[in-house]
């Protein structure tokens, strides 16, 4: 299997927090295609190919959806609800990588069908290796349903 044949698709408004992730991704060795989208309604815009995504093959296959929870227009607990309540998308993975430690966020993503919840580590080394296992784990040891 060709695991750069997949792609991931990355939410984050914060224009440094997604620049140091997407770099943290790289350096891990990560050389599938990432879609960067800034808020909430352009993640469901790429992930149902509307609006600037209209073009966009919806059988491309994403394998990994990596979602910041304080988004503009829609919010990634908003995205993730209406992605697991889809039967075709419901089954990709969804990890949350935020900086919200606060047990009611946590609770209620992992009750909206999360597959993962990560906080976002301060520290960059322990950012870059957060990052790191975290590529490898979803892209490389998981076995999703065919």
């Not at 408004?13 to 997407?22: K, V, W």
């Not at 209406?82 to 935020?98: A, E, G, H, R």
């Not at 966020?105 to 290796?129: H, M, R, T, W």
């Amino acid at each position: 299997m060709n695991y750069e044949e997949f792609e991931i698709l990355f939410a984050e408004d914060n224009i440094d927090d997604a620049a140091l992730t997407m770099r943290a991704l790289k350096k891990g060795g990560l050389s599938n295609p990432i879609f960067h989208v800034k808020d909430g309604a352009e993640a469901l815009d790429f992930m149902y190919c509307k609006g600037a995504y209209a073009s966009r093959n919806m059988q491309n296959h994403i394998k990994l959806i990596l979602l910041d929870l304080k988004m503009p227009k829609v919010s990634g607990a908003e995205v993730l609800e209406k992605l697991k309540l889809d039967p075709m998308l419901k089954s990709i993975p969804i990890v949350i990588l935020t900086s919200s430690k606060e047990d009611p966020d946590i609770k209620k993503c992992y009750s909206l069908g999360a597959n993962s919840y990560i906080v976002k580590p301060v520290e960059s080394d322990n950012f870059f290796q957060t990052i790191k296992d975290l590529s490898f784990y979803w892209m490389i040891s998981n076995q999703p349903p065919q």
